[in-house]
C-alpha cells in the first residue's frame, strides 16, 4: 500500500476537521472582566454588548461580569455618568475595562471676557450659560425675554405686551445713581448698543424698544452671563454692570453644505385686568347716557347693569376689551445654510419676523440677514470675517397715563356702546370730556420707527507657536433710526395735531489687540494675555416738530403750520490697557490676576485715566478626595474673589456749561426770526472721575454621584463709591439750578444658587431639572452733602423706592379714621413701597423620550411692589374689580381721635374716591408664580426620511404665559414697567399694552 498517496488524501481531511473545530471553539469564546471608574473602584450594573448582537449582560456588585463572543467582536460598554467605550475583543478571554466619568460640565469649555475660550472648571469667578437650543424653545422674537427665569442674579422684566417692546435687565442689582444700570450686550467679543430707541419728546408717551430686539435668536450659538465684577473687568467701565456674550453659530470645516428650514406661527391673545361689568355710567346710583351733552360723565357709580332699563328696555351690557383688543399673530420664517471646506466655514442666515399685536395699529417686523466665514490663510493665520444686517420696523399706539387709547378704554363704562366712534359730522362720539374716543385715537395716532443696523466684525488669530496667539479683532455697531410721530387735531382735548420726525444716527466702533501666550511648566499651566482696546461712540440725532395740521391724512411736516427743529451730536472716546494672569497648579489650584488701566474723555482731564483690577482663586478640592468618597464627590470648587472696577456712567459734556436754545416763559426761541440762547442752568462739574465699584465673591461648586446632582452657590458684597449723580440740586445764588458730582454710595448683596438634575437617565428616557435662586438687598449710602433724597432714591433705603401720601397710622400700624370714617392721610409723605423682589427663583424641567421632547419652566417672583395706576384712577371712576361691591364700608381701623376701633361706615364711590389722593392704595405686592413657557417636539424618525431629502425633520407646539398666579396684584400680569427701562420708572404698571398668552405652532426641517 502506497502511504504517500494516502497522506495526501488524509492530511486535507483532517485539517478540515481542525479548521472547524476551531471556527466552533471561536464562537463560544467567554469573556471574563471587570468594570471600574478611573479611581479603580468597582461599577455595578454597568452595560456589556456585544455590538451589532443581542449578546448582553450587566456587571454585578463587584462590577464583574462574563459575556460569550463570535470571532473579531467589539464590545460596547456603558453606565450612566461615564463615557461610553467601544473595545475590540481579537480573542482576548480577560478584560478590565476602565470608565471615565462624563464630566458633564467640569471639562465644558465657555466663552468669557473678550471671546476667550476657558473651561469652566477653572474658572474663578461666577457665570451661567445658555445653549441657543434652550433659547429657541422659548419661541420669543427678544432674546432676553427667551432668558427670563433661566439666570440666576439676573432681573430680566419687558415693559410692555407691545411687539417690540424694550426689554429691562439687571444683574445683581443697581450700581448707578443716576447712570445706566443694564448689562453691557456683547456680540462676538464686540460690545453693542442696547439703548431704549422708538421714543420721541413730545410725541407717544410709553416704552420704546430695546435695540437688542434687531438680534435674531436664530443665529445665536449661545450667551454667557458674567455676573461680577472680578468676571468682567477685562470688559472695562461698562462691564461693571454685568455682561451678556452672546455668540453667534459657526459653519463646518470639510462637511457639505446643510440647509436648514424653520417655520414658527402663533396666536396671542391679550391678558386683561379684570374689572367690575355689574354696574352702569353715573354717579350715586344715577344713570348717565354718556351721549347727551348734559349726560356725559367719567365715571361708573350708576345703577346695577341688572335692573338698569333704557326707554323701558333692558340695558344691554358691552365688553370694552372685546370691541377694541383682537387675536395677534406672529410669523417667523428662518433659513439658513453652512458647511465649509479643510481650511474655511461658512454659516449664512435669513429671517423674517412679522408680529402683529393683540392692539389695533399695533405691529414688529424684523428682516434679518447673518453671515459668517473662516477661513485658514495659513497654518498660522485665521481669517473671520462676519456681518449682521436687520431692518426692523415698529407701529404702536401712546401708552401711559397720556392721550392714548388704553386710559380711557380701561375705564369705559359698561352701558355705553362705544359704536359708532364717530357722529355724522365726524367728529367724535364721546362718552366722556376731555379724552379722546380709544377707537378714534387708534386711528388718529401713529409712532413709527424704522431702523437699518449693520455689525461688522473682523477677526484675525496669529498662532507662530503652539503657545502663543496674537488677535486682532476690529467691529462696529452702525444704525440709523427714522421716527415719526403725527396725532390727528382733536377737538376733544383741544389739540391741532402735530408731526414729529426724529432721525438718530449711532456709530460705534471698537478695536482690540490682544496677545494670549499658554505654557506647561512641570505642574504648573500659566496662561498670560495683555491687550489694548479703543472704543469710539458717535451719536447724532435731528428732531423736527411740525404743530396745527390742516390736512388730514398728508403727513408730511411741511404741512404743519408751525415748526421747530433742534440737533444734538456727541462724541466720546475710551481706552484702555488690559493684562490678565491665570495661574494653574496640578488641575487643583487656580489663581487669577486682572488689571486695566482705561482713560475716558468724559471726566475730567486730570483724572481722565484710572487703574483698577481683581484677584480670584479657585481651589478644586475634589482632586484630592479618596477614591471611596470620589464615588459620591465627582467635582467639588471653593472660589474667591475681590476686584475693584472703575465706572465713567456719566454722558458726554458734563465738564463744561453749554449755550442752549432759550425758552423765556412761553416764549420760545427763534421767536419772530430771532435766535436766542442762554447758558444752562446745569452747571459743568470740570473735576469729575470715575466712579467705583468694589466687590467681594466667594462660591462653592460641587457635583455629586457622577455628576448626575450639582449646585453652584454664590455670595457678593459689592459697594459703589464716588457714585456720579447727575443734575444734583444746587444754591441758586450759585446761579445755577443743578450740577454733577461724585459723591453717591450704593451697596448690593446678594446670594445665588443653581441647581442641577438628572434623576432619571436611560437610553430611551431622560429627565433633567434645574433651579435657580437669587435675593438681593440693595441699600442707598449716601447722596450729596445735605441732600437725603433725589426723587425715588432715598438715603437709607432700597434703590428705587416708591415716595409719596400714605396713610396716618398709629404706633401699632393701625390705620387712623377720621370722625367721617375714612383714612387720615399722613401729614409727611413716606415710602409707601419697595419695587425691588425679596426673591426671586425659576425652575425648568426637560423630558425626552424617544424622539419626543416635553419641557416646561416656572418662574416665580416673591415681593417687589407694584404702584397700579390702572386701579388707582379705575378706584375713582368706579371700574377697578374692587368697586363692584357697593355695599357700604367700614374702614378696618381705629378712631384718631378715641383710639378705639373704627364702626363708622361710607358708601363705596365716597370711599374709592377718596383714597384715589392717597399715593399709598395703588401700591400693591407684586409677588407671582408664572408657567412662563411649555413645548412639545417631535422628531421624525430617520428610517422615515431615508428616501426624502430631508435629513432631519421635527414638529412641535408652544405656549407662553399658561397660568399667572398673582395674589395681591389686581393686574393680569405683574411683570411690568410701563415707563420702560429707565431709572426712576421700575415698578410702574400705567395703562400699557397688556402681554399676551401666545400658542405657536413650528415645523423645522434640514436638508
Known sequence: MKIKPLLKKIIPLCLGIMALCLNGFSQSIQLKGTVVDSAGMSIPGASVKVKGTSLGTVTDVDGKFAINYEGKAELVVSSIGFTPRLIPLNGRTTLNIVLLSEARGLNEVVVTALGIKRE????????????????????????????????????????????????????????????????????????????????????????????????????????????????????????????????????????????????????????????????????????????????????????????????????????????????????????????????????????????????????????????????????????????????????????????????????????????????????????????????????????????????????????????????????????????????????????LGEIIDQNNNFRQFNNDLIVNATKQFGKFNINVLAGN???????????????????????????????????????????????????????????????????????????????????????????????????????????????????????????????????????????????????????????????????????????????????????YDRKTTDGLIAAVGIAPSTGYSTTTVNSASLSNKGIELLLQGTPVKGEKFQWDVNFNFSRNRSKVLSLYPGTDQLGRIIVGQPYDVFYGTRYARNSKGQLLIGDDGLPEEDANQGVVGNPNPNWTAGLTNSLRYKSFTFSFAFDMKQGGDIENDVDLYGNYYGTSYATENRAPKVVDGVNATTGKPNTVSVSAQTYYQYINSIYESSIQDGTYIKLRNVSLSYDLNKDLLKKTPFKTVSLGVTANNLWIYSPHFTGADPEVSSYGTGNGVWGIYAFSTPTSRSFIFNIKASF
Open 533 to 715: 482696546n479703543i472704543l469710539s461712540t458717535y451719536n447724532q440725532t435731528y428732531y423736527e416738530l411740525g404743530s396745527g395740521l390742516n390736512t388730514l391724512g398728508y403727513y408730511n411736516i411741511g404741512a404743519a403750520s408751525t415748526i421747530t427743529a433742534s440737533e444734538n451730536h456727541s462724541i466720546e472716546r475710551k481706552i484702555g490697557f488690559y493684562a490678565q494672569a491665570n495661574i494653574e497648579y496640578d488641575k487643583f489650584l487656580s489663581l487669577n490676576l486682572t488689571g486695566r488701566y482705561d482713560g475716558s474723555s468724559v471726566l475730567s482731564t486730570a483724572k481722565d485715566f484710572y487703574p483698577y483690577g481683581s484677584v480670584a482663586s479657585g481651589f478644586i478640592f475634589s482632586e484630592l478626595l479618596s477614591p471611596e468618597l470620589s464615588r459620591i464627590i465627582s467635582y467639588g470648587k471653593l472660589r474667591v474673589s475681590y476686584a475693584t472696577v472703575g465706572n465713567d456712567n456719566v454722558g458726554p459734556y458734563v465738564l463744561s456749561t453749554p449755550y442752549k436754545q432759550a425758552e423765556i416763559n412761553t416764549i420760545q426761541f427763534p421767536f419772530q426770526g430771532q435766535s436766542g440762547f442762554l447758558i444752562s442752568s446745569n452747571y459743568g462739574n470740570p473735576y469729575l472721575q470715575n466712579e467705583r465699584l468694589n466687590e467681594a465673591e466667594t462660591g462653592l461648586e460641587m457635583k455629586f454621584l457622577n455628576n448626575r446632582l450639582g449646585f453652584d452657590f454664590s455670595y
Open 120 to 495: 469652566k472648571r477653572l474658572l474663578t469667578y461666577a457665570t451661567q450659560e445658555i445653549k441657543g437650543a434652550e433659547i429657541m424653545e422659548a419661541k420669543q422674537p427678544n432674546v432676553l425675554n427667551a432668558l427670563e427665569g433661566k439666570l440666576a442674579g439676573v432681573q430680566i422684566t419687558s415693559s410692555t405686551g407691545s411687539p417690540g417692546a424694550s426689554v429691562n435687565v439687571v444683574i445683581r442689582g443697581a450700581i448707578s445713581i443716576s447712570g445706566n444700570n443694564q448689562a453691557l450686550i456683547v456680540l462676538d467679543g464686540v460690545p453693542i448698543d442696547n439703548s431704549e430707541t422708538g421714543t420721541v419728546a413730545s410725541g407717544a408717551s410709553g416704552a420704546g424698544s430695546s435695540r437688542i430686539s434687531d438680534i435674531d435668536p436664530n443665529t445665536i450659538e449661545s450667551v454667557n452671563v458674567l455676573k461680577g465684577a472680578a468676571a468682567t473687568t477685562l470688559y472695562g467701565s461698562a462691564g461693571a454692570r454685568g455682561v451678556i456674550l452672546i455668540t453667534t453659530k459657526n459653519g463646518s470645516k470639510g462637511k457639505k453644505a446643510l440647509v436648514t428650514l424653520s417655520q414658527d406661527y402663533s396666536f396671542d391673545n391679550a391678558l386683561l385686568p379684570k374689572r367690575q361689568t355689574a354696574y352702569a355710567q353715573g354717579t350715586n346710583g344715577i344713570f348717565y347716557n354718556g351721549d347727551d351733552a348734559a349726560q356725559k360723565i367719567s365715571t361708573s357709580w350708576g345703577p346695577a347693569m341688572d335692573t338698569l332699563k333704557i326707554n323701558g328696555v333692558a340695558a344691554k351690557s358691552y365688553d370694552p376689551y372685546s370691541t377694541y383688543f383682537k387675536t395677534g399673530h406672529t410669523s417667523n420664517t428662518a433659513l439658513s445654510v453652512e458647511g465649509g471646506t479643510d481650511k474655511s466655514s461658512y454659516f449664512v442666515s435669513y429671517s423674517y419676523l412679522d408680529q402683529t399685536g393683540t392692539e389695533p395699529n399695533s405691529d414688529f417686523k424684523r428682516n434679518a440677514l447673518f453671515t459668517k466665514f473662516s477661513n485658514a490663510i495659513t497654518n498660522d493665520l485665521n481669517l473671520t470675517f462676519q456681518l449682521g444686517y436687520t431692518n426692523s420696523n415698529q407701529d404702536r399706539l401712546p401708552e401711559g397715563a397720556s392721550n392714548g387709547p388704553l386710559f380711557v378704554l380701561f375705564s369705559e363704562p359698561v352701558s355705553w356702546n362705544p359704536y359708532p366712534y364717530v357722529n355724522a359730522d365726524g367728529s367724535q362720539r364721546l362718552y366722556r370730556n376731555s379724552r379722546n374716543n380709544p377707537l378714534w385715537a387708534a386711528e388718529n395716532e401713529s409712532n413709527h420707527y424704522v431702523v437699518n443696523r449693520f455689525t461688522p466684525v473682523m477677526t484675525l488669530n496669529f498662532t507662530p507657536t503652539k503657545w502663543l496667539t496674537i488677535t486682532e479683532r476690529a467691529g462696529a455697531d452702525i444704525y440709523g433710526e427714522q421716527d415719526k410721530y403725527w396725532e390727528n387735531p382733536s377737538a376733544a382735548i383741544g389739540t
